[in-house]
């Protein structure tokens, strides 16, 4: 069974609104947890670390204030897009590695943003 | 992370086994090599890993040769619904960066 679950699958919005999607470990607990952004054809970029109690260790470029992380429990950790524009319109996935040494990841479907 | 590199796209037909290679030279003592799959609007999902020599599962066999700076995914008898794109990363993750290749772009043609 999946063990990360990642809502909305799809959404839509006007520019200048703030989406907020949501990434659940369903299996085990997730101290750290990782957002990508994917264009069409182009492999996964990682955007930021979500750390459980702390903040979030975003990656150059990626901007802290756009982007909002929070990972208030063990099993939740959300990524606000704020003011979200066009440009803004990509695929975003989370992921949580397995702990046992293997550095096995696991992903959530994905979620469609369309800013119109 | 391991740095990995991977042809950008294969070609194949229904039926034949695909390998693909996937680099690593400065890989780690400590490093996996895992590979995922991923198709159009999905998340990336695991298809096998391994540390050494062989690895077998019902999808696929990963060779690591004795130096493991590199590693090959064997798909037998490929299918047009293996058309998907191929990651192999290298981890466990070292400074809590887990930084995704270009990935492999195979086309199964009919």
């Known amino acids: 069974g999946a063990v990360v679950s990642q809502h909305p699958s799809r959404v839509i919005c006007k520019s200048g609104t703030s989406v907020k999607i949501e990434c659940r470990s369903l299996?085990?607990?997730?101290?750290?947890m990782f957002w990508y952004r994917q264009f069409p054809k182009q492999s996964l970029m990682l955007m930021a670390t979500?750390?459980?109690?702390?903040?979030?260790?975003?990656e150059q470029g990626v901007e802290k204030d756009k982007f909002l992380i929070n990972h208030a429990s063990l099993t939740l950790s959300t990524l606000t897009v704020t003011s979200a524009h066009p440009e803004d319109s990509s695929f975003y996935i989370c992921?949580?590695?397995?702990?046992?040494?293997?550095?096995?990841?696991?992903f959530g479907e994905g979620s469609r943003l369309t800013v119109l | 992370l391991a740095k990995t590199t991977q042809p950008i796209s294969m070609d194949s037909y229904e039926g034949q086994e695909v390998n693909i290679t996937c680099s690593h030279n400065?890989?780690?003592?400590?490093?996996?090599i895992t590979w995922y799959q991923q198709f159009p609007s999905q998340g990336p999902r695991f298809i096998i890993q391994?540390?050494?020599t062989k690895v077998t599962n019902e999808v696929a066999s990963l060779f690591i040769p004795a130096d493991r700076k590199s590693s090959t995914l064997s798909l037998p008898r490929v299918s047009l619904s293996d058309t998907a794109v191929y990651y192999c990363?290298?981890?466990?993750?070292?400074?809590?960066?887990?930084?995704f290749g270009k990935g492999t772009r195979l086309h199964i043609l009919p």
């Open positions: 979500s750390n459980e109690g702390s903040k979030a260790t975003y």
């Open positions: 400065n890989i780690a003592t400590n490093d996996y």
């Open positions: 391994g540390y050494k």
């Open positions: 990363l290298v981890g466990p993750n070292r400074d809590d960066k887990i930084i």
């Open positions: 299996d085990f607990q997730a101290t750290t």
């Open positions: 992921s949580l590695e397995r702990r046992d040494g293997t550095g096995e990841l696991f």
